[in-house]
């Protein structure tokens, strides 16, 4: 299977040098940048943009808070679940690193001796998105746009081929969208039990003012002003 990795006329190695060569050519600070971006920050935005969303959800409140809270459950459990499942992906198809059979790569972080195929990056990264447009089309193409730059920062970082990458998206995805039919059932109910709850419900559906605010009060406390005026006409 290493047989993925051979050079030549291969346009996925033609690729990997084509997008790693911008990091040669690019100022050192932007190759820190990259380097910080494609490891962790892009990681820390998609759970910013969750969070987000859940906040957003919770807020509007509805019918569909219930479901979409659960969608957002579901998509790290999924991104949780595609790493499992590529532990024995890797093992079976055991393609080293770029940077071990290809000389002249700048690779911007060292240290990464595991196998190369798929990339976990990217299969955590699409399954937050995917996951993310199931609860919500705005926040999910967010996410997948920045699914979509992780991938771009793996090759450019010298450490993933492309290839690594799009199966990456692709076991993302398919562990998201598979799964979600039996994964909703279980988790939208048991978000909805949350919801009655008094205390837990905040987490699904935002509380409305004890009281009901005062346009809540003022028709009822209009109602015995209003028969009190009738009773003196008459």
Same mark, same amino acid.
Do not use: Q
């Given at each position: ?25 690019a ?18 935005a ?9 906040w ?45 059979? !290809? ?17 976990? !990056? ?21 996410g ?16 993933h ?74």
């Amino acid at each position: 299977m290493a047989v993925l990795a051979e050079s030549g006329s291969n346009p996925d190695v033609d690729l990997l040098y084509d997008i790693n060569g911008l990091a040669k050519s690019a100022p050192g600070w932007v190759d820190r940048t990259m380097e910080f971006v494609g490891e962790y920050g892009l990681l820390l935005a998609m759970v910013l943009l969750i969070l987000w969303c859940w906040w957003t959800v919770r807020r509007r409140g509805g019918e569909d808070a219930a479901p979409s809270v659960a969608a957002l459950v579901w998509a790290p459990l999924a991104a949780g679940l595609a790493v499992l499942v590529n532990v024995p992906i890797r093992g079976f198809v055991e393609r080293p690193r770029p940077f071990v059979d !290809h000389e002249g790569l700048d690779v911007l972080v060292a240290g990464k001796t595991d196998f190369s195929f798929v990339s976990d !990056h990217a299969t955590i990264t699409m399954a937050l998105g995917v996951g993310l447009f199931v609860a919500n089309r705005r926040f999910g193409l967010a996410g997948i746009g920045l699914a979509l730059l992780e991938g771009f920062c793996r090759v450019f970082m010298g450490v993933h081929y492309p290839t690594d990458v799009v199966g990456g998206f692709a076991l993302g995805t398919a562990v998201v969208l598979l799964l979600s039919p039996p994964a909703m059932a279980l988790l939208t109910p048991l978000m909805r039990a949350v919801e009655r709850s008094p205390r837990a419900g905040r987490l699904v559906r935002r509380r409305p003012a004890a009281g009901g605010g005062r346009d809540a009060v003022l028709p009822s406390a209009r109602k015995p002003v209003e028969s009190e005026e009738r009773d003196l006409a008459a």
